[in-house]
């Protein structure tokens, strides 16, 4: 059989087997061992348990239950809660107040926890009840909680992020610095685009008429509730940035900080240990258990020949480079309508770099492409992750169909993202080039 004949069998196993709704990470483990048993026999199946074993015994991945670890303690301890009550002080009477100040407590959480789904949940459960009980449109509310939360794949630490970097054999390090200015670059288009619609319709976001304003003693009181998240940034992010600590140590140093914030908080108990167990276990297996089975597909399809394939495609296609990549992107946003991120990342990054290299383009910098994508699938119908966490925490009376509506704009501020980035390179690369130097 030609290897054209058999990638198209393959992939097309993959789409077939997808949607008939079984787990991404068994499909992709029990096509990759029927393939290896077809084409090379019983044989062959050592070469893929020693491929798979540098993935189980990476250093790098040691980082991901540490900083899922960290956002569950934090998501647990009361910090949150506390943010969100410091935001509704200082900004319930802008325009779209509590709806820019959502998206700020987002960004605080992203830098935090690296977990879109800790962001999701919490704000939902606490942003969202404040903002309709303020008449916000509903569409307003769930848009901003959605497109903040996925802030946390970007802006470091994210383990979205880390999965990258090992799987592109990255500098997590300079992964986390190039994601921080693009990061903020979407909370300054979120946050602008709530201000100037609340601006030209008020009744989307109506200001509290009856509400006496917060007294400036009430405002700077609330900024102690800033103390344990700044401790816990710059605790993780400053001792990956200056050096002192790799970003697997840095984790560690957040599970502590964090563990400190809920004696802090007096939340500390068996209820917050057992609850955090739960969750640790649950995500790391996901993810690894996908990681296995992603890298047994990928290694069938390099050693059928796949990446050469593509890449003699691409010369012969003799296409603007340019028309290449935004094709590429395009692909990681249909696939993000149908899989999680991580399946993305895996199934995605080793066929794509070599072309990112024959085209002559900056690993880095379109890692951070990436990424953004992998934040414009995860609010993206119908299957973005985003969209059901927000389902769970929804009111009775609001539908999926609100949940549609409300994502539009934002993901049209993230292509817009993703164009700023593509068109000015020396916004992803300036600060790790500025920190290395």
């Given at each position: 059989m030609s290897s054209e004949f058999v990638l198209a069998i393959m992939f097309a196993s993959l789409v077939g087997l997808l949607l008939t709704g079984l787990p991404l990470a068994f499909t992709?483990?029990?096509?990759?061992?029927?393939?290896?048993?077809?084409?090379?026999?019983?044989?062959?199946?050592?070469?893929?348990?020693?491929?798979?074993?540098?993935?189980?015994?990476?250093?790098?991945?040691?980082a991901i239950p540490l900083y899922v670890m960290m956002a569950s303690i934090l998501q647990r301890s009361g910090v949150i809660e506390s943010l969100y009550r410091a935001m509704e002080l200082w900004s319930r009477r802008l325009p779209?107040?509590?709806?820019?100040?959502?998206?700020?407590?987002?960004?605080?959480?992203?830098?935090?926890?690296?977990?879109?789904?800790?962001?999701?949940?919490?704000?939902?459960?606490?942003?969202?009840?404040?903002?309709?009980?303020?008449?916000y449109s509903p569409e307003l509310a769930i848009g901003t909680i959605c497109a903040g939360g996925t802030l946390?794949?970007?802006?470091?630490?994210?383990?979205?992020?880390?999965?990258?970097?090992?799987?592109?054999?990255?500098?997590?390090?300079?992964?986390?610095?190039?994601?921080?200015?693009?990061?903020?670059?979407?909370?300054?288009?979120?946050?602008?685009?709530?201000?100037?619609?609340?601006?030209?319709?008020?009744?989307?976001?109506?200001?509290?008429?009856?509400?006496?304003?917060?007294?400036?003693?009430?405002?700077?009181?609330?900024?102690?509730?800033?103390?344990?998240?700044?401790?816990i940034i710059v605790g993780v992010l400053g001792t990956i940035y200056m050096g002192i600590a790799t970003p697997t140590e840095a984790a560690a140093v957040g599970v502590f900080l964090a563990f400190l914030s809920s004696l802090i908080e007096r939340r500390f108990g068996w209820e917050l240990i057992s609850g955090v167990a739960l969750d640790v276990v649950k995500v790391t297996a996901m993810i690894l258990w996908i990681t296995i089975g992603a890298?047994?597909?990928?290694?069938?399809?390099?050693?059928?020949?796949?990446?050469?394939?593509?890449?003699?495609?691409?010369?012969?296609?003799?296409?603007?480079?340019?028309?290449?990549?935004?094709?590429?992107?395009?692909?990681?946003?249909?696939?993000?309508?149908?899989?999680?991120?991580?399946g993305i990342i895996l199934l995605c990054v080793p066929v794509f770099l070599p072309v990112i290299d024959f085209l002559e383009f900056d690993r880095l910098w379109f890692g951070i492409l990436f990424l953004v994508s992998a934040q414009m699938a995860y609010i993206s119908p119908p299957f973005g992750y985003t969209l059901f966490y927000m389902k769970g925490v929804l009111p009775a009376g609001i539908g999926m169909g609100t949940v549609y509506r409300a994502i539009v704009p934002f993901i049209l501020l993230q292509a817009i993202g993703i164009f700023i980035c593509a068109l000015f390179p020396e916004l992803v690369l300036w600060?790790?080039?500025s920190m290395i130097n």
């Open positions: 992709l483990g029990a096509l990759a061992l029927v393939f290896t048993l077809t084409l090379w026999g019983p044989a062959a199946l050592s070469v893929t348990v020693l491929n798979l074993y540098s993935t189980m015994t990476s250093e790098s991945l040691l779209g107040g509590l709806a820019v100040g959502t998206i700020a407590i987002c960004t605080i959480i992203a830098a935090m926890t690296g977990i879109v789904g800790a962001a999701v949940a919490a704000m939902g459960m606490l942003a969202l009840p404040s903002m309709l009980k303020r008449k946390g794949i970007l802006i470091p630490p994210s383990v979205i992020t880390i999965v990258y970097a090992v799987t592109a054999q990255a500098s997590i390090g300079q992964m986390f610095i190039a994601g921080v200015v693009p990061g903020l670059l979407l909370a300054s288009l979120y946050i602008g685009y709530i201000v100037l619609r609340s601006a030209l319709n008020p009744s989307i976001a109506p200001r509290p008429d009856n509400d006496a304003p917060a007294t400036w003693e009430e405002r700077i009181a609330s900024l102690k509730s800033l103390i344990l998240p700044l401790l890298r047994a597909f990928v290694a069938i399809f390099t050693g059928t020949g796949g990446a050469d394939f593509l890449l003699s495609f691409i010369q012969d296609l003799d296409a603007n480079r340019w028309i290449v990549l935004a094709i590429m992107l395009g692909i990681l946003f249909f696939l993000g309508m149908f899989l999680d991120e991580m600060l790790p080039q």
